[in-house]
């Protein structure tokens, strides 16, 4: 595989989840490729995507041109490591989805999931069920869903019970990245850096949601984090969203842990006060 990116001579050595399990070689980071129709999307727009005050992990071709060869893609190694500067990722959001606002809906977004279910179809499960009239009524028709775990049980009533706390949105959807939280890369004072793009096609005030809410849940943020955000475009009802979807996340996630659920809980009765 060394030699299709055109590597040679260079001991791999194994990074975080942050570069999906990836291995850095010198310069360049091999990564294993969970869904290959993003991944060489990801890459396509990485190439060339200019966002202001963020370093970017460019896509290495493979010797063939190829973005993607047997389930791995490659990058330029972007250096840092995540940390709790949470503010600033919210910062980074905004600026990358005023940089992909241009960018066309890929297909593979509006494909259902279809089974036997990969993870990549719980991420679309999950954020259909946050926007969906009824929420997980899509996943009981398509067979993948039987809440069994007690708190993937709590999960699934606690998106019953914030699905009537929704109201109409009018923001407009774009191509944003949904997994902002643990993947963007601080390094000192040199510009946050970012490895991949995970993409959906929602309000982008939605998606620094889902940052904040992974924050308070599991990062440690301060409780000041919604707040100190709130003029977004229809913020309430974007974290509203955001909450219902990693609740949904959980539920349906094989191998989610009861330990994650407390701090979602947590995060529910704050968005509740800020409805």
Known sequence: MLSTFGLRAVQPVSLGAEWDGGWRCGDVVLSPVADHARAAWS???????????????????ATDGR???SGWRADTYVEGSPEPRHDEV????????????????????????????V??????AAD?????????????????????????????????QLATLRKPVQSPAQLVHGDLFGTVLFSGSMPPGLADITPYWRPPAWAAGVAVVD???????????????DDLPEWPQMVLRA????????????????????????TADLVRLML
């Open 43 to 61: 890459a396509k727009v990485r190439e060339t995507l200019m966002v202001d005050g963020v370093r970017l992990a460019r896509p290495v071709r």
């Open 67 to 69: 973005y993607v060869v």
């Open 90 to 117: 919210v910062s980074v959001s905004l600026r990358l989805h005023n940089a992909t606002a241009q960018l066309e809906r890929p297909r593979f977004l509006a494909q259902a999931p279809v089974a036997p279910w």
């Open 119 to 124: 993870d990549v179809d719980v991420f679309v």
């Open 128 to 160: 259909r069920a946050a926007w969906e009239p009824v929420p997980l009524r899509s996943v009981r028709a398509a067979g993948g869903f039987e809440a069994t775990s007690p708190d993937a049980q709590h999960s699934v009533e606690l998106i019953k």
């Open 215 to 229: 924050a308070l849940a599991w990062g440690g943020a301060d409780d000041g984090l919604l707040q100190r955000w």
């Open 243 to 266: 909450l219902m979807f990693r609740l949904a996340v959980h539920a349906l996630h094989p191998r989610s842990t009861a330990e994650a659920f407390p701090g979602l809980a947590r």
